[in-house]
């Protein structure tokens, strides 16, 4: 895909992912919020969109132009986040836009050790949901895969950098400290999102 195809597909994958963020921050209970979070992967993975912390799962299984692609579809997922926040914060569900800076005042008080490890088993999680509605060849399988997949990784409290760009628009909590933590995020799901790959290479061949 061109880049410039792939950078807009990266916008709606954030968007998606960024309406899913909306979802959760508007329910009470933490595990129906886990659970509608997963309108966001599940959009992403029927639409085949590109999202940052699915793609990378697969670096190692494609060539070198694909890897080169990552940068931009991680600008198109913070770019689409941005546009949900925005029109969000125009309308009356702006008032979620508190628990937003919650949710970043607590990430950006944690260690940056403790949010790279977080970001790791995010994307054991991701890898987990994704490679299932891949592989599973049942439908009922698939959408299993992605429900399980998302709702563990937040249950958990791991750290998601898509999700996490939204929560910081949508908070309008950026700043130097919160690019860094997003960065580290970011490696994190990188590590977490090849790590059962590699594994599962090792052990076969």
């Not at 569900?93 to 008080?109: D, M, V």
């Not at 050790?113 to 987990?128: A, K, M, P, Q």
């Not at 910081?168 to 590590?191: K, Q, Y």
Request: hydrophobic share 50%; aromatic share 12%; with cysteine.
């Amino acid at each position: 895909m061109k880049p410039t195809k792939a950078f807009v597909s990266a916008i709606l994958a954030g968007f998606a992912v960024g309406l899913g963020g909306g979802v959760f921050l508007s329910v009470e209970s933490r595990v129906a919020g886990a659970f509608l979070f997963t309108v966001g992967l599940f959009t992403v993975c029927t639409m085949g969109l590109h999202l940052f912390t699915g793609k990378v799962c697969y670096v190692f299984d494609n060539d070198r132009r694909y890897a080169l692609s990552m940068p931009v579809v991680w600008l198109g997922n913070l770019a689409g986040t941005g546009v949900t926040a925005l029109l969000l914060r125009q309308t009356r569900a702006a008032s979620l836009s508190g628990r937003a800076l919650a949710l970043c005042e607590a990430k950006c008080g944690d260690s940056l050790v403790s949010l790279f490890f977080l970001g790791v088993l995010c994307n054991v999680f991701i890898y987990l949901g994704v490679e299932g509605y891949r592989s599973i060849p049942h439908e009922l399988g698939k959408y299993l895969a992605l429900v399980f997949g998302v709702m563990g990784f937040i249950l958990l409290g791991t750290e998601h950098c898509v999700a996490d760009m939204f929560y910081f628009w949508m908070a309008g909590a950026w700043d130097a400290r919160a690019a860094a933590c997003i960065l580290v995020i970011t490696l994190g799901n990188c590590v977490g999102g090849v790590l059962l790959p590699l594994a599962k290479k090792y052990i076969e061949e």
